[in-house]
């Protein structure tokens, strides 16, 4: 059966804790332990320079989006990054997509000897022979970059990506608010996102970022029970007072593959008006905080870890 966030309710367990504060949340991802396993996801209208350096600042993980106008850009914004780093444990977190400009950003970086600490091959389908290219570039250019790719959602494309020279795979495709890949193209996880999950965790042996289809914390929690290590989620941050999209763009939450965005063809994605939630993101991420302690304490342990035994019904096949 195929299941997705409303066909499944989590089963409560006996409470082992006295109180919700005392329930960890953090979580490690390559060599750094970070407060939560939740990442906003890496999109124009949800996070820009300030809000990576507000997450990075608080030990949130973060990985900046691809769509900046030049090579320059990124490079000024890495070298920031990279100067913070030597003084207060900042890390850089970039994507980057599989096109001439991203191999010429590449190039230029290791020319000037910047090497972010985590590097995301983001494209909405990643398993192709293109893709795979890149991974090996990746690699031998930054040997010791934390390397993510996505987006898969097989267990199909989980073996294929257990072979590879990577470190994290991001699992989703076409489970976004905004995405229209489903309605252009037939393909995707929409409707069956914990099912992608689940099996492709069952036979990955990196961990797996769920990407897309969040709308709410206990979405979160539903796919750290089937398999998640972290979950990426865009527009419960969008509606943050300090996101790109409530300062700059008047509400206007967009896909990166959106008319709005890339202004190319092969359009997969929309926009939206979202409303103004009036945290700011810091918030936001205290909010999410205390919702996963109180799932916790519902698990009946004291961890994230607590979610790998924890019980689900199936409550509707709709």
Same mark, same amino acid.
């Given at each position: 059966? &195929?299941?997705?966030f409303d066909?499944?309710?989590?089963?409560p367990?006996?409470c082992?804790?006295?109180?919700r504060?005392?329930?960890?949340?953090?979580?490690?991802?390559?060599?750094?332990v970070?407060?939560?396993?939740v990442?906003?996801?890496?999109?124009?209208?949800?996070?820009?320079?300030?809000?990576?350096?507000k997450?990075a600042f608080?030990n949130?993980?973060? /990985? &900046?989006?691809?769509?900046?106008?030049?090579?320059?850009?990124?490079?000024?914004?890495?070298?920031?990054?990279?100067? &913070?780093?030597?003084?207060?444990?900042?890390?850089?977190?970039?994507?980057?997509?599989?096109?001439?400009?991203? @191999?010429?950003?590449?190039q230029?970086?290791?020319?000037?000897?910047?090497?972010? !600490?985590y590097?995301? @091959?983001?494209?909405?389908?990643?398993y192709? !022979? !293109?893709?795979?290219?890149?991974?090996?570039?990746?690699?031998?250019?930054?040997?010791?970059?934390?390397l @993510?790719?996505?987006?898969?959602c097989?267990?199909?494309?989980?073996?294929?990506?257990?072979?590879?020279?990577?470190?994290?795979?991001?699992?989703? @495709?076409?489970?976004?608010?905004?995405?229209?890949?489903? !309605?252009?193209?037939?393909?995707?996880?929409?409707?069956?996102?914990?099912?992608?999950?689940?099996?492709?965790?069952?036979?990955?042996k990196?961990?797996?970022?769920? %990407?897309g289809?969040?709308?709410?914390?206990?979405? /979160?929690?539903?796919?750290l029970?089937?398999?998640?290590?972290?979950?990426?989620?865009?527009?419960?941050?969008?509606?943050?007072?300090?996101?790109?999209?409530?300062?700059?763009?008047?509400?206007?939450?967009?896909?990166?593959?959106?008319?709005?965005?890339?202004?190319?063809?092969?359009?997969?994605?929309?926009?939206?008006?979202?409303?103004?939630?009036?945290?700011?993101?810091?918030?936001?991420? %205290?909010?999410?905080?205390?919702?996963?302690?109180s799932?916790?304490?519902?698990?009946?342990?004291?961890?994230?870890?607590?979610?790998?035994?924890?019980d689900?019904?199936i409550?509707? &096949?709709?």
């Open positions: 059966m &195929n299941l997705n066909n499944v309710q989590l089963v367990r006996r082992i804790v006295k109180s504060k005392d329930c960890d949340t953090t979580v490690f991802l390559g060599k750094r970070f407060r939560l396993p990442i906003p996801a890496n999109m124009k209208s949800v996070v820009n320079r300030d809000i990576c350096s997450l608080n949130y993980m973060y /990985i &900046n989006h691809r769509f900046y106008d030049n090579t320059n850009d990124i490079k000024k914004y890495l070298t920031e990054q990279m100067n &913070n780093a030597v003084l207060t444990k900042y890390m850089a977190s970039i994507s980057i997509g599989i096109g001439d400009k991203d @191999i010429k950003l590449l230029e970086l290791r020319d000037i000897r910047v090497s972010p !600490e590097i995301t @091959i983001d494209v909405a389908h990643a192709s !022979e !293109e893709v795979r290219a890149m991974i090996h570039r990746v690699s031998s250019m930054f040997p010791d970059a934390f @993510i790719v996505g987006n898969i097989t267990r199909e494309a989980a073996e294929y990506m257990n072979h590879l020279p990577i470190d994290c795979i991001k699992v989703g @495709i076409a489970t976004g608010k905004i995405c229209t890949t489903r !309605e252009k193209t037939g393909f995707g996880s929409y409707g069956w996102q914990l099912s992608a999950i689940k099996e492709c965790a069952e036979i990955s990196f961990p797996i970022i769920a %990407d289809g969040i709308r709410n914390t206990g979405d /979160i929690v539903k796919c029970v089937f398999g998640a290590t972290m979950v990426m989620a865009g527009n419960i941050f969008a509606g943050c007072v300090d996101s790109p999209c409530m300062k700059n763009d008047e509400g206007l939450y967009y896909g990166s593959a959106s008319k709005h965005n890339n202004k190319k063809d092969n359009i997969e994605g929309t926009s939206t008006v979202v409303e103004s939630n009036g945290l700011t993101i810091l918030e936001k991420m %205290d909010e999410i905080k205390q919702d996963l302690q799932a916790i304490s519902y698990a009946g342990g004291k961890n994230l870890s607590t979610f790998k035994t924890v689900y019904r409550i509707s &096949n709709g």
